[in-house]
């Protein structure tokens, strides 16, 4: 009989859960900066409409989303601040956010758009145009300018993705990474004419755990440029060009500064650029340094410099004339780095005199000049060498 029971009992809870609706997961709440005032014409200063939609994306309890429709949108200096009260926020632009004309009135602002303090945002789509080209004229003429602003910077956040933007024409960086955790940068776009100053692709400094995927650069500085405390940096499938390669560095700028570990560049290309894969610091003393690091799978197609460390950059001759590095280079392998180099010296590893490289291995590298096998110049170097022989005599 009890078992009769039991056995109801099962069949009737089963009957109830198997008739029961599924449960309905709510979207996360929408909120449109047309909402809020912005207008999508391209003139109108949308800045306010902006931060009063973020103010109700960061202050929700439940996931969150801040919508950008199509058209243009013209936008001021904008902090979106955390800390907020949820750690699930999309920014999802279709539009273009379409920075001042005069570029004064940023031009002395560190950043044009700053997300700071806030975990757990995504950044989806859109376009930035930073209209750069009067900055640039300004620079050119050796008038006296703004420095200019970076287009979009994370300062201090943790675990925050960045897919399928577009940045166009900054006034200085484009994207810059700083200070954060667990970021993860894929299918961007970056484009600035190859004369643009000092307008680097992605900037990457005092953070761990960025990756950057499935990217297209081209630009007037370096496509990807790796500041001190950079550690567990993943760069894959980037095409760099023009541009000044991916650079890790500068370096040694201070003498109390921390160093970079960690590093993977792999299955890249670089068209015409300056550089391809480089590690570049100052030539004056430093404690810092520069190790574990691996270029692997790389094309380059006439490429000024396709590898270089340079451990006596030194812009100017000013600051550190007749200095040695004191940055510590160490265990860095170059492995499968085939292509066309601009100059007969296609591999120049110019280390510093009081700490030389170590651990530097070159394998499989066959670069071209000319068609035909291209040289190499070792200063200061030591690591072994596998399937290059140009390289032979300086390791």
């Known amino acids: 009989m009890a078992h ?3 056995f109801l009992a099962f069949t009737l809870v089963f009957i109830l859960f198997a008739s029961s609706p599924p449960a309905i997961i709510a979207e996360p709440a929408q909120y449109s900066v047309q909402s809020y005032g912005a207008k999508p014409d391209g003139t109108t200063d949308s800045t306010k409409a902006f931060l009063a939609a973020w103010d109700q994306v960061c202050a929700s309890t439940a996931p969150a989303s801040l919508y950008v429709p199509s058209g243009k949108f013209s936008l001021g200096k904008v902090t979106f601040q955390g800390p907020c009260k949820n750690s699930a926020i999309v ?16 031009g002395d602002e560190k950043n044009w758009l700053m997300f700071e303090h806030v975990d757990g945002v995504t950044v989806s789509g859109g376009i930035l145009d930073g209209q750069g080209t009067g900055l640039w004229s300004c620079k050119a003429s050796d008038k006296s ?25 900054s006034q200085k960086f484009h994207i810059v990474i700083n200070g954060c955790q667990n970021v993860k940068v894929q299918n961007v776009r970056v484009s600035a004419p190859g004369d643009s100053p000092n307008t680097d692709g992605i900037h990457v400094e005092s953070s761990t755990g960025v990756t950057i995927l499935n990217s297209k650069i081209g630009t007037g500085d370096d496509c ?6 950079t550690t567990n940096l993943w760069v894959e499938n980037v095409a760099c060009g023009p541009g000044h390669g991916i650079s890790i560095g500068s370096l040694g700028k201070k003498l109390e500064e921390d160093g970079v570990q960690n590093v993977t560049v792999k299955t890249t290309t670089f068209t015409g650029t300056e550089n391809g894969v480089r590690i570049k610091a100052w030539g004056r003393p430093s404690n810092g340094f520069a190790r574990n690091i691996l270029f692997q799978h790389a094309v380059m197609t006439n490429v000024q410099n396709p590898i270089l460390i340079d451990q006596n950059y030194c812009p100017g001759d000013k600051n550190c004339p007749n200095q040695e590095s004191g940055v510590k280079i160490s265990d860095v392998t170059y492995q499968d780095i085939h292509g066309s180099s601009a100059t007969e010296v296609a591999v120049k590893l110019d280390c510093s005199t009081k700490y030389p490289c170590t651990g530097i291995e070159l394998e499989d590298v066959k670069l071209t000049y000319n068609n035909r096998p291209a040289d190499a110049s070792c200063t200061n170097a030591a690591g072994t060498v596998s399937d290059f022989a140009e390289a032979s005599s300086c390791l």
């Open 91 to 106: 920014v999802t632009i279709d539009g273009t956010l379409v920075a001042p004309s005069d570029y004064s009135s940023i």
């Open 224 to 229: 990807v440029s790796v500041g001190p405390g």
């Open 145 to 169: 300018c703004p420095e200019g602003a970076t287009s979009i910077e994370f300062s201090n956040s943790n675990n925050i993705e960045i897919n399928g933007l577009a940045s166009q024409d």
């Open 4 to 6: 009769a029971l039991s």
